[in-house]
């Protein structure tokens, strides 16, 4: 699975952004996907992330009722939806798809396979 995503940019502390991930193959259906972040100097962290059923969904406790994922598989894309922005909410976000199909929802890195290029988020105050 090749992954783009998008949306990211400059937005004002309380606003609202949505990213989007676009899936390249023909079993993007079967994998979870998630979000990171890596802000400067800091570790990649886990966002949010949704199962390949739909049914699941797993939130950082820090971004939880802010921030919502979704997907939609006719369109082979991941969304988040971010809300309520706050500055320490600016990184640049990465999406990913699990290792391995038909798995349970992770927020464990290590679970996840294929990585898209990173879009920047910056939240000013």
């Known amino acids: 699975v090749q992954l783009q995503a998008s949306g990211g940019g400059l937005v004002q502390a309380g606003g609202s952004l949505r990213l989007s991930c676009a899936a390249s193959?023909?079993?993007?259906?079967?994998?979870?996907m998630g979000w990171f972040r890596q802000a400067p100097g800091k570790e990649r962290d886990f966002v949010a992330a949704?199962?390949?059923?739909?049914?699941?969904?797993l939130y950082a406790d820090n971004v939880r009722g802010r921030f919502t994922i979704s997907r939609d598989n006719g369109k082979n894309t991941v969304y988040l939806q971010m809300t309520s922005l706050k500055p320490e909410d600016t990184a640049v976000y990465y999406c990913?798809?699990?290792?391995?199909?038909?798995?349970?929802?992770?927020?464990?890195?290590?679970?996840?396979?294929?990585w898209g290029q990173g879009t920047l988020v910056t939240v000013s105050s």
């Open positions: 193959g023909p079993t993007f259906s079967s994998y979870t």
């Open positions: 990913a798809a699990g290792r391995f199909p038909r798995v349970g929802v992770t927020r464990d890195v290590r679970d996840f396979g294929s």
């Open positions: 949704i199962s390949w059923s739909y049914i699941t969904t």
